[in-house]
């Protein structure tokens, strides 16, 4: 009974941290990418692929998947990538005492490497859920690893917006990034979904609703000649 009781109890408390999240990706008004994201006991699994039309433009199938720690600190972060002319399996281990990253690709050894990082760097997505929980009413910043470089992230907390989505009206929050490039080292190829958006040139911006689930709705891409923007699909918890 004992047993049954503190599975009940698990299985619930699983639930209750867990949530799902749909986006479409679009440029010039077209739907290119379908991006998943799930969340839940300190895992974030993201896949992406590009839709019918979008595979015409860009053809993408690529998975993320991070395991986190305290204030979505990632200690794994793996990487499938197949795009057009491109692909990545890799898996990045954060040593944060050291302050070091160690990547190991099982495509090709020879991008086998370790390099600095901040105590505190992040991937995209735990970014994202980071900047989620912590951009209320002040500004801030926070670090970045993007392909092995380090980068500054500062945040602003804008306006108060009223957007339309697929989800009905949604009272939003919105919150300004920009970025800059710490490391000397020159940026690689990498996947167009993520490191890709981290650039001293253009701008970021996202929408959280304003409630106790902090959504992210909508995102802005700023970059010339036109945008990218995200929009929300479906959202479960």
């Given at each position: 009974m004992k047993n049954n009781l503190v599975f009940y109890f698990l299985f619930f408390t699983f639930l209750l941290n867990s949530e799902i999240l749909d986006f479409s990706i679009s440029y010039l008004g077209i739907d290119v990418i379908d991006v998943k994201i799930e969340h839940s006991n300190e895992k974030i699994d993201v896949w992406a692929t590009s839709t019918n039309v979008g595979h015409l433009m860009a053809k993408m199938k690529n998975n993320y998947y991070i395991e986190y720690e305290l204030d979505y600190l990632p200690k794994n972060y793996q990487k499938k990538i197949i795009q057009k002319k491109y692909a990545e399996n890799r898996i990045i281990r954060y040593d944060r005492q050291k302050k070091i990253a160690n990547r190991t690709s099982f495509i090709d050894s020879m991008k086998n490497c370790e390099y600095q990082i901040k105590a505190k760097s992040r991937d995209f997505f735990s970014s994202l859920f980071y900047l989620r929980d912590f951009a209320n009413e002040r500004n801030g910043s926070f670090w970045l690893?993007?392909?092995?470089?380090?980068?500054?992230?500062?945040?602003?907390?804008?306006?108060?917006?009223?957007?339309?989505?697929?989800?009905?009206?949604?009272?939003?929050?919105?919150?300004?990034?920009?970025?800059?490039?710490?490391?000397?080292?020159?940026?690689?190829?990498?996947?167009?979904?993520?490191?890709?958006?981290?650039?001293?040139?253009?701008?970021?911006?996202?929408?959280?609703?304003?409630?106790?689930?902090?959504?992210?709705?909508?995102?802005?891409?700023?970059?010339?000649p036109f945008p990218i923007i995200w929009n929300i699909k479906s959202y479960q918890k």
């Open positions: 690893d993007a392909n092995g470089l380090i980068w500054k992230a500062e945040f602003q907390v804008l306006n108060d917006e009223l957007i339309n989505t697929k989800l009905g009206k949604i009272l939003s929050q919105k919150v300004k990034i920009t970025f800059q490039k710490i490391s000397k080292n020159k940026k690689k190829q990498s996947d167009m979904l993520t490191n890709n958006l981290v650039s001293e040139e253009n701008v970021l911006f996202f929408w959280f609703s304003k409630d106790v689930h902090k959504i992210p709705i909508k995102a802005q891409y700023s970059m010339k």
